[in-house]
């Protein structure tokens, strides 16, 4: 089985800063492409960045600048580096990952979420 784990949110004042990591457990070929997804309450889920195997960057415009998407393929984890957080940056964090699990196979996961709160 294949499960991505996610750590790092928590409470941060405004201005803050806080580093998300995920890492892929489990019978990994290879993770092509990952990416964090943000929900707050009531809201849809939204893409925040994305990363590529090869390590070419998209971010939304409301996090660029301010954000930083990172991976490490031989740890198989994606880091997501947030400074100058906003109050509106508040929620639920998500990892995503496009993994194959053997040459042939390629699956999408996604992690359990991690809270981020940002205080005023």
């Known amino acids: 089985q294949v499960h991505l784990v996610e750590s790092g949110g928590g409470l941060v004042q405004s201005g803050g800063s806080l580093r998300l990591s995920c890492e892929g457990t489990g019978n990994i070929y290879r993770i092509n492409n990952m990416a964090w997804y943000r929900q707050a309450p009531g809201k849809e889920r939204d893409l925040v960045a994305t990363i590529q195997r090869g390590g070419e960057t998209h971010y939304v415009d409301s996090v660029k600048d301010r954000f930083t998407i990172s991976r490490d393929n031989a740890k198989n984890t994606v880091y997501l580096q947030m400074n100058n957080l906003k109050l509106e940056d508040t929620a639920v964090y998500l990892c995503?990952?496009?993994?194959?699990?053997?040459?042939?196979?390629?699956?999408?996961?996604w992690g359990q979420g991690t809270q981020v709160t940002v205080s005023s």
């Open positions: 995503f990952a496009e993994i194959q699990v053997s040459a042939n196979y390629e699956y999408d996961y």
